[in-house]
């Protein structure tokens, strides 16, 4: 859909500038007088680089979608016809990229198109869970129900992803600043306090040594050591984009001290909501455990997904493959199970999100608190050893005299 850049003048004499996006340049004119502003000048920059490169750098992210969905959910369920809730969207959103993909998707839904088929168009911006959940809508006639629960759910997912992101901040941001403060020492300050001490011939303490040696390393061989970062990194990226790789990362992952139980959770409560949410919309079980294991971001789980669902072809229990999982704590096929039986299997995952949601936000706030202390232990042990390499000595030579 074109995109016009304007100059246009207010109420008031004042000059505005700005971009709309229309289907026509009438329509884009209509949408400037809207605004009770007189047009001055209205130009199509849909193909010009400008307006090319402002869409790049512009990308549209989760929280776009999250406010969006949210939007659109809220003018669905007052009955607002969809062409038209789209329509309003459109002046709604400051992001020129979402901007531009909303009057797409409004021109092909007026068109003739299913909602549902236009977000299938933007597999890069729309998931399948997103694509499935608004198809389930259009089919069961409950259209504003599911953008609901779909609304409700990426709210959620970006809170903890927020949540997950703002709690480790803090220790990357120290640990980062303290490796380049000690890299500043090693090659630049170090040198020159100990070029004194190693002059003097006498015997330097073994930690000194150590700090000597280790800046020696790192000046004659810095170009080195960059390189060799640089290639293992490389060759780390591209074994994770192979399968062996990827698995091996998602499972080291779930092993490791601490952080493993913490991503456990992520991932479970990720399975629960994803598959409540789908349920609640009315996709089948077998299409629904398809997406979710396309959704659930981890390896381990898709095949445990995966299995599940070929076991539940064959005639098994859903609850089956999870019983037999390392992985699974025993609460979940446990309430699944329950909910298998009673018929309620979309409540019960509700109340299984609903805890691992608990425990991985009282996790992470637990983990927050603990960085503190171990940042500080880090760098009084590191503060520590510099001192006694540096101090240590000239104490030793002091006393000789």
């Known amino acids: 859909m074109p995109i016009y850049k304007f100059q246009a003048q207010d109420q008031n004499g004042r000059i505005k500038r700005g971009e709309v996006v229309g289907l026509s340049e009438s329509d884009a004119t209509t949408k400037i007088a809207k605004k009770d502003l007189n047009i001055i000048a209205l130009v199509d920059v849909t193909d010009t680089f400008m307006s090319k490169l402002s869409r790049l750098i512009a990308p549209i992210k989760t929280k776009d979608l999250v406010v969006f969905s949210r939007q659109f959910s809220v003018m669905i369920s007052a009955n607002v016809p969809v062409v038209e809730s789209l329509i309003i969207l459109i002046d709604q959103t400051n992001n020129i990229s979402l901007k531009t993909m909303i009057s797409d998707i409004a021109f092909e839904v007026e068109s003739g198109a299913f909602l549902s088929d236009a977000f299938a168009k933007r597999p890069k911006i729309f998931s399948d869970f997103f694509i499935n959940i608004v198809r389930s809508g259009e089919t069961s006639g409950k259209l504003d ?51 004194i001490l190693t002059e003097t011939g006498a015997e330097l303490p073994i930690s000194t040594r150590i700090v000597i040696g280790a800046s020696d390393f790192l000046r004659n061989y810095a170009v080195m050591i960059i390189l060799s970062v640089i290639g293992i990194g490389v060759a780390i990226k591209f074994y994770i984009k192979t399968y062996s790789g990827h698995r091996n990362l998602d499972l080291m992952k779930l092993r490791l001290p601490i952080f493993g139980k913490l991503f456990k959770y992520i991932y479970l409560m990720r399975f629960s909501r994803s598959l409540s949410t789908l349920l609640k919309g009315g996709v089948t079980i077998t299409r629904s455990l398809e997406i979710v294991a396309e959704v659930v971001g981890n390896l381990v789980y898709k095949e445990l997904i995966l299995e599940t669902l070929e076991s539940i072809n064959d005639g098994n229990p859903f609850s089956t493959v999870f019983e037999a999982s390392n992985y699974v704590p025993k609460m979940v096929p446990q309430m699944i199970s329950v909910g298998e039986k009673t018929g309620k299997i979309d409540s019960v995952l509700d109340r299984v999100t609903d805890f691992y949601t608990r425990e991985s936000s009282n996790m992470l706030d637990n983990l927050s608190k603990l960085m503190e202390p171990l940042i500080m232990v880090l760098m009084g042990v590191g503060v520590g050893v510099m001192v006694a390499a540096v101090l240590l000595p000239m104490y030793n030579l002091a006393s000789q005299f």
């Not at 599911?146 to 949540?163: F, I, P, T």
């Not at 220790?171 to 020492?185: D, E, Q, R």
């Open 145 to 195: 129900e599911v953008l609901s629960y779909l609304a409700d759910e990426m709210e959620k997912s970006y809170d903890m992803a927020a949540k997950i992101k703002g709690a480790m901040i803090y220790p990357v941001f120290i640990i980062s600043a303290l490796f380049g403060v000690g890299i500043v020492l090693m090659v630049y300050v170090i040198p020159n306090l100990t070029a």
